[in-house]
DNA sequence: TTTCTATGGACAAAAAATGTCCCGCATATT
DNA sequence: AATATGCGGGACATTTTTTGTCCATAGAAA
């Protein structure tokens, strides 16, 4: 419920965030540190002394803390408030500061941690969903061409997009030829949902995947497929989840080969067809049309979307080596589980 | 829960408070007046247009509203969120603005509302007292004089009342002399209990009601009265309750012509010993020593202390001679109530 | 006593918010 | 068909606020 509350406040008034946070943590900081003067608390809290003077005045005039000769300390009623707040504001805060540190750590442009695990609460998905709808909405620009990837993750997007203004003009593409028996989760269908979803246009395309090596040749030239790869050079935005590189390789029917590649180029991620290494290495690539990584590197707007901790290690594997650009929505669950690795491994 | 939420916000970034009722209310009018523009917008909830345009460009950064050639439109989202913030946000949003209208309808300087009604819950009074003693710990300053009435609200205060730095320089003294029976509830007794709250000095003073007139005479003469009657001239702060004319009567056991008096002169509240009527004029006063309302009005800081439905006419009975100065902290069961009588008068 | 660190005052410089235009455009009205 | 109204958005000079930074001074500790 307070949870719910503080997500509808971080909508409505953004600003005030950053400013509680600022609050609430230099209280937490005044609480633990006992009297503390402006200075020093500048430096824990690492805030110009005129910032930590501001927090410093604003909280006296709250009465949470009392302000004396020998710095400033916490009174009753402000260890009130920070037991009050503590759950709430810890459980807000602490994804936000994960977001923060998987950001700089994976070198993305941002990463967004929605409450939860979509492993063990499936309602999360749809969390994801919407958030990446909005960042989806939010920086799209006019008269572009989105390509989108199959999954369930992505398909838990399109129904937060409602009609928006330069909408009509978007053209959704399919980012790869069909995966497997699953019509539901298909590149081609999921990219007609989001077409749907916002009034906008979308190419159909479908690549038969299991064909022989010289059907392929044949079917690379034909014209759909031509007209598809140029597509994908003009591609502005691609919406794509990451998959479990074990997983997919089932989901797929893969051939004994195959799993062999997989297996012995420790596979672990799997995004648009690719299959990648810890180090983000592409260990194995499916023989279909898409977009290539060496495109995804041109495309401006990039958004993954992968959720559960289970997923952790599969996202790790594909961040590796993902453009700087990306976005990343996920959850809590695969992000804590993220950064439980990449401790480990350091 | 979320009404907790809310106070404690209000107490960590009281900045941010009136611009999130301000964008709140802005979407709820969006909400209602269909597609609305910037100008119209402002005129309706009282913006410049630059301040409308800042609202309505938060909205839409925010998601919850569309802002096409027409106006602006709520989108789904803004309902949800309208929705999903309605109860809690109105109900904050309604005392915020109830409390704003008792100020400028009475003129006087604040009106402080807490939530509740103490008719009902008892212990709303303990929430009256608790802001109370914050305006008073915030607003009193150095070695000043603060005289305080009887009565169960003032009482709340002092337990919320820590010791603070200026306290010590403090002089507690009863605004009158004693009362009735009830102990507990007498001036002395209170003004005795604020000290001790917060490490400060008092005097005290009895002054025996029940005597002769011959006897009052006689006694306005002793020192310990004269005493007194110059720390009336001094005082820098009051703190005081309001009572029910005919509660108080029956209370004090006030005689058959006092009694008549009250009736005849229609009297409803009463403060300091003073009854008044319905237009604020002084009907009867008990024959003691205490502060006068003449002085009152040399008073900087006056702050009047009242809850309950039950007390909303002999609050207006008092507020409609009150000086302007005065702080009054009131519950909704009271301040409700107090709108219901004025806007039934007009 | 000396030294250290604290607060609070002060103030110029920088940054942000505001009021107020105008423009082009769509829609409603005459 | 012509006109008027109301819309969003751009632009800009002018406040208003915030920020960085210095100094004076007062307790606490050494």
Same mark, same amino acid.
């Given at each position: 419920m307070n949870s719910d509350f503080l997500e509808a406040q971080r909508k409505l008034v953004p600003e005030m965030?950053?400013?509680?946070?600022?609050? $609430?943590?230099?209280l937490k900081i005044i609480d633990?540190?006992?009297p503390i003067g402006r200075r020093q608390l500048g430096q824990v809290a690492r805030l110009s002394e005129r910032e930590a003077r501001n927090v410093l005045e604003a909280l006296r005039d709250a009465g949470l803390i009392r302000i004396e000769k020998e710095g400033a300390s916490?009174?009753?009623?402000?260890?009130?408030?920070l037991s009050s707040l503590r759950t709430s504001m810890d459980d807000w805060s602490g994804r936000n500061t994960l977001a923060r540190y998987l950001e700089q750590t994976i070198g993305i442009r941002k990463v967004i941690v929605v409450p939860g695990d979509s492993d063990v609460t499936s309602s999360v998905k749809a969390v994801i969903g919407k958030e990446a709808a909005e960042q989806f909405v939010t920086l799209i620009g006019d008269g572009q061409i989105v390509a989108v990837t199959g999954g369930s993750s992505v398909a838990a997007i399109p129904p937060f997009i409602g009609k928006f203004p330069e909408a009509e003009r978007l053209r959704f593409i399919a980012a790869r030829g069909g995966v497997g028996e699953d019509i539901g989760l298909q590149a081609n269908v999921i990219s007609a949902l989001f077409a749907q979803a916002c009034g906008a246009t979308y190419s159909t395309f479908y690549y038969p995947e299991t064909l022989s090596e010289e059907a392929h040749e044949v079917f690379r030239k034909e014209p759909?497929?031509?007209?598809?790869?140029?597509? $994908?050079?003009?591609?502005?935005?691609?919406?794509?989840?990451?998959?479990?590189?074990?997983?997919?390789a089932a989901m797929r029917n893969s051939s004994d080969e195959e799993l062999e590649l997989l297996e012995q180029g420790k596979a672990?991620?799997?995004a648009f067809g690719y299959y990648f290494d810890e180090n983000g290495n592409v260990v194995y690539r499916l023989r279909t049309v898409g977009i290539q990584t060496e495109q995804l590197e041109q495309v401006p707007l990039l958004i993954a979307v992968a959720g559960g901790a289970s997923k952790a290690a599969a996202i790790l594997a594909y961040m590796a080596s993902a453009p700087r650009q990306t976005i990343?929505?996920?959850?809590?669950?695969?992000a804590a589980e993220m950064q439980r690795i990449l401790r480990k491994n350091t």
């Open positions: 965030m950053d400013l509680m946070q600022q609050r $609430y943590s230099a633990m540190n006992g916490v009174t009753e009623e402000g260890r009130q408030m759909a497929a031509l007209e598809m790869m140029a597509q $994908y050079e003009k591609t502005d935005c691609v919406l794509h989840g990451i998959g479990d590189a074990k997983k997919m672990l991620g799997e990343l929505v996920t959850d809590e669950g695969a």
